[in-house]
């Protein structure tokens, strides 16, 4: 009967032993999944720092737009300093042509005198002309006299 009483100690301690393989396995498990997880914490960290990246990578990109922007705004501003030089350039002419045409009102206005003193000559060649007819006139009338 002792005997039976040690194997059946031995079979519930063999049982409890059987338990306890099962616990460490399920242990062992557990701890597997819990490294799992914490891979999967690691994963998702870095697709939260990927996530960070992307937006930032958004702002650049939005930053290299603004500054495209700029650039066009530059060049923009370029182009009106060039026509701003160009209507400087085309005030200078226009003040040069306004000086052209003074002058020219002068030539206009030289040409009238010029044509003025033309007539004034004519009638003074017309006085001389007619002052030579008198002095022969008056030469007639002395040879007339002399002859009377």
Do not use: A, C, F
């Not at 009483?5 to 049982?15: A, F, Q, R, V, Y």
């Amino acid at each position: 009967v002792k005997l039976s009483l040690i194997d059946t100690e031995l079979l519930k301690l063999s049982l409890i032993d059987t338990e306890l393989d099962k616990l460490s396995l399920m242990l062992t498990e557990l701890l597997r999944l819990s490294l799992i997880d914490t891979e999967l914490l690691k994963l998702s960290l870095i697709d939260t720092e990927l996530l960070k990246l992307s937006l930032i990578d958004t702002e650049l990109l939005k930053l290299s737009l603004m500054l495209t922007e700029l650039l066009k705004l530059s060049l923009i501003d370029t182009e009106l300093d060039k026509l701003s030089l160009m209507l400087t350039e085309l005030l200078k002419l226009s003040l040069m042509l306004t000086e052209l045409l003074k002058l020219s009102l002068m030539l206009t206005e030289l040409l009238k005198l010029s044509l003025i003193l033309t007539e004034l000559l004519k009638l003074s060649l017309i006085d001389t002309e007619l002052l030579k007819l008198s002095l022969i006139d008056t030469e007639l009338l002395n040879l007339s006299l002399i002859l009377t």
